[in-house]
């Protein structure tokens, strides 16, 4: 980090480029309750100490990984769902400040903000380096899925870009990367850690994000999603199979559907019926067209909802959702994107920098 942050200055670029290092949550001893957080001890004087020392020289910030998926589901007899999505129920409240969290999330930061307060650095801000919700995984993992990634994410930005900080540093903005851009297939473990993806590899998301209405800053609530704010092309149920037959052929050929995930043993081949594979390829191709109502007709068998018509493991893509990158500072408007190769990215300019 040293190295960087000099190079980065032989290059007169260390006032715009500021050098950190991301952290799991495990680096605490405790988060709960976040005020009585502090640093696990054998790394707190030999290595979080000069690492927060640097960031105070350097004027930089704190990064953290922060799953409240994870923490969830290593203590669900303790921790609520909706508590951990933005959406509870009930306030979980700091028996020691007497401060009131709506989130798992913000609990998680403020504990990490009270831990760098017990060794001397209340002034450095922490960003989020990673955090998110995915959107399918095994049986054990019910909760991993598209409604609950909807929930999260979108509760996320609007709790981040209202501005209003943490209950422990209100009115300090937040700074947040939602993980990830797409899914890492080939990635180990249960099969929620390969679907984590926002975005498909066609650039549509797998469900809507409000980007729009988290942009105003008004402070709206947390809510639950279930895709609504997007339109899908379906097969109208009361069209016949020979006219649907017909649509699909069409999508699947000339109109370049996708169409692989309605063959057999894929994840939309169940039910096996002319409408559900007419609606998934219809919207394959209405996709593709941009949301075009002219795209979402095949000979009067189709229809435009916005409800959303997934199930299960079955992902029906919705509109494309741009989304804004931005360098971390309190002038950028959009201060939280999606990312899931920023470790290869920091490594190259790592790299990039040693040799100036």
């Not at 981040?160 to 939602?178: Q, S």
């Not at 099969?191 to 993806?197: D, L, N, R, T």
């Not at 199979?241 to 894929?266: E, T, W």
Request: some cysteine; hydrophobic content about 35%; proline content about 5%.
């Amino acid at each position: 980090m040293q190295n960087v942050h000099t190079g980065l200055t032989k290059a007169n670029l260390s006032d715009q480029i500021k050098v950190s290092t991301a952290h799991s949550m495990a680096i605490l001893k405790t988060s709960f309750p976040p005020s009585s957080s502090t640093f696990n001890d054998s790394l707190a004087t030999t290595f979080v100490g000069p690492i927060l020392d640097f960031l105070k020289a350097t004027g930089s910030f704190y990064m953290v990984n922060a799953y409240p998926y994870h923490a969830y589901m290593s203590e669900s007899d303790s921790i609520a769902l909706d508590y951990a999505l933005f959406d509870p129920k009930d306030v979980v409240v700091d028996p020691n400040t007497n401060l009131s969290y709506h989130g798992l999330l913000m609990a998680q930061v403020d504990a990490v903000y009270f831990a760098m307060e017990a060794m001397g650095h209340g002034e450095l801000s922490v960003m989020v380096s990673e955090t998110g919700w995915p959107r399918a995984g095994d049986a054990d993992e019910a909760v991993a899925n598209v409604q609950n990634a909807a929930t999260y994410n979108n509760n996320l930005l609007r709790l981040v870009l209202n501005n209003t900080g943490t209950p422990h540093r209100t009115g300090n903005p937040l700074d947040a990367y939602i993980f990830s851009i797409f899914d890492e297939d080939k990635k180990p473990g249960k099969s929620s850690e390969q679907h984590w993806g926002v975005f498909d590899t066609t650039g549509n998301t797998f469900y809507y994000l409000d980007l729009t209405d988290a942009d105003q800053g008004n402070g709206s609530s947390p809510q639950s999603f279930n895709g609504t704010g997007s339109t899908w092309c379906v097969a109208n149920p009361s069209a016949s199979n020979q006219s649907l037959q017909v649509g699909l052929n069409y999508a699947c050929g000339k109109g370049n559907a996708d169409c692989g995930p309605i063959q057999r043993g894929q994840p939309c081949f169940i039910p096996d019926s002319y409408v559900n594979h007419a609606s998934y390829a219809y919207n394959s191709y209405y996709q593709r067209s941009g949301d075009n109502p002219a795209a979402c007709d095949f000979g009067g068998t189709a229809i435009i909802t916005s409800e959303n018509p997934s199930y299960g493991s079955c992902v029906f893509p919705a509109d494309s959702v741009g989304y804004l990158a931005s360098i971390n500072g309190k002038s950028s408007s959009w201060r939280i994107i999606p990312c899931n190769i920023m470790g290869r990215c920091l490594f190259l300019l790592t790299f990039l920098l040693s040799m100036l």
